[in-house]
């Protein structure tokens, strides 16, 4: 497969934005007659070429069922599928591919781990959680806690959009807690939760600690095992992958101990009528046909988001993220939510008298694409006193101009409303 049309690395903490944008085809559309604006890449990334390429190169050259055929073109596909697992492992640090399990996207990683771990868990126990929680880290374990009798807890936030760490300390002190799963990045407020002290906190009072990692693992290097995390979810289509395609990364000896997920095709070792036994880990959890393009297609994101560093990323990013806030900040009326300690490349707002969703509109008659509403997470919305804001996110090929033109058209709508 043509995999090899990638970036060469940047020095350390420099980034050709231009060169990047021209990687990616859609960025040279236009929308309403103006070129298009991409601000909602917290929602779904936009893909690069050698992504769309590997796709297309793998459907035409290399393509069958895999882990079951006999002949070559099943194998090749089967070895191109599980090399990508190996990659995960690597852009993980993971201790062993075989800790990686493929998953259709975050919520079903998180999903899985509610209900396989979860059936290990008993009344008395509770699960610990964020006021900043995606629905996705939230719902499961309600619907955990609803059949089984584990207590959900709920961890607060300070004003400015950070995890009070002292309220955290005082849930965890009974010795009750059995898992705190917590976002790494905020996909409202944009907050970096501080993950070593949280997962320090919950080994010492006795828990496990999952970390939804659907924000972060796009803008910064993730070292799961300098984390302290027992689980890390991601997914593909945030990472300037194809969507259909997830991660979930567990502790070998919690996977070997947690029951399958799914029961179906290639999760067994044997079946008979009256009993299956199960395959080893990962396989026991990735029951049926896998998302095999896709899986193909995250491989080479990740090449290609590895060629160009996380050093150069995360240091554009956080200079963009500085930048945008101090054009923000001189748009009338308008408000940014949250002032955490540290900040990914996440800004909601507010604009006096004017809805979200009409901010969205109007910007997007302009060529600009942002988000609007309570962004799955609406109890952190009641926890703001807000009903919904309006998001911009940004991902590598975002540049100053699309900070501009965002403020500048911010400005000029904040003018025809008043």
Request: without cysteine.
């Given at each position: 497969m043509n995999t090899d049309r990638t970036l060469k690395a940047a020095p350390a903490g420099k980034l050709d934005v231009q060169a990047v944008r021209a990687q990616f085809p859609i960025l040279s559309e236009t929308v309403?007659?103006?070129?298009?604006?991409?601000?909602?890449?917290?929602?779904?990334?936009q893909k690069p070429a050698v992504v769309i390429d590997c796709m297309a190169d793998a459907m035409r050259h290399q393509?069958?069922?895999?882990?079951?055929?006999?002949?070559?073109?099943?194998?090749?596909?089967?070895e191109a599928y599980e090399a990508v697992r190996g990659q995960v492992a690597a852009f993980l640090n993971a201790p062993s591919h075989e800790e990686i399990i493929f998953t259709r996207n975050s919520t079903e990683a998180i999903n899985l781990v509610a209900h396989s771990l979860g059936s290990l868990m008993k009344p008395g126990q509770a699960v610990l959680i964020s006021e900043m929680e995606h629905h996705a880290n939230l719902i499961?374990?309600?619907?955990?806690?609803?059949?089984?009798?584990?207590?959900?807890?709920?961890?607060?936030?300070t004003d400015e959009g950070d995890l009070d760490m002292e309220a955290y300390g005082r849930l965890l002190e009974d010795g009750k807690v059995a898992l705190v799963a917590m976002t790494h990045m905020s996909n409202v407020l944009g907050t970096v939760t501080p993950a070593r002290e949280i997962a320090d906190r919950a080994h010492e009072a006795g828990a496990l600690v999952l970390f939804d990692g659907s924000q972060a693992a796009v803008h910064r290097r993730t070292d799961v095992q300098a984390l302290g995390a027992d689980f890390y979810t991601f997914t593909g289509h945030k990472l300037y992958g194809p969507t259909g395609i997830g991660v979930l990364w567990g502790r070998r000896a919690l996977l070997d101990d947690m029951p399958p997920f799914l029961g179906g095709g290639d999760m067994i070792s044997s079946v008979t009528f009256e009993k299956s036994t199960w395959a080893n880990v990962p396989h026991k959890f990735e029951a049926g046909t896998p998302a095999i393009v896709e899986t193909i297609g995250l491989g080479?994101?990740?090449r290609w988001v590895e060629s160009i560093g996380f050093d150069?990323?995360?240091?554009?990013?956080?200079?963009?993220?500085?930048?945008?806030?101090?054009?923000?900040?001189?748009?009338?009326?308008?408000k940014v939510v949250g002032a955490p300690k540290q900040r990914g490349g996440v800004i909601s707002f507010t604009m006096a008298d004017v809805h979200p969703h009409d901010i969205a509109t109007l910007l997007d008659r302009n060529g600009i694409a942002v988000r609007a509403g309570q962004h799955c997470a609406e109890p952190l919305m009641r926890r703001l006193g807000l009903h919904a804001t309006?998001?911009?996110s940004f991902g590598v090929y975002t540049d100053t101009h699309d900070i501009d033109v965002l403020a500048e058209t911010l400005a000029r709508i904040r003018d025809f409303f008043v």
């Open positions: 309403h007659g103006r070129p298009f604006v991409f601000l909602d890449s917290g929602a779904s990334a393509y069958a069922n895999i882990h079951r055929g006999l002949y070559w073109m099943s194998e090749r596909t089967s499961p374990w309600q619907m955990l806690r609803d059949r089984s009798g584990v207590e959900l807890r709920v961890a607060p936030i080479a994101a990740i150069a990323i995360e240091a554009h990013e956080q200079a963009l993220t500085a930048y945008a806030l101090e054009k923000l900040a001189d748009v009338p009326g308008l309006t998001r911009a």
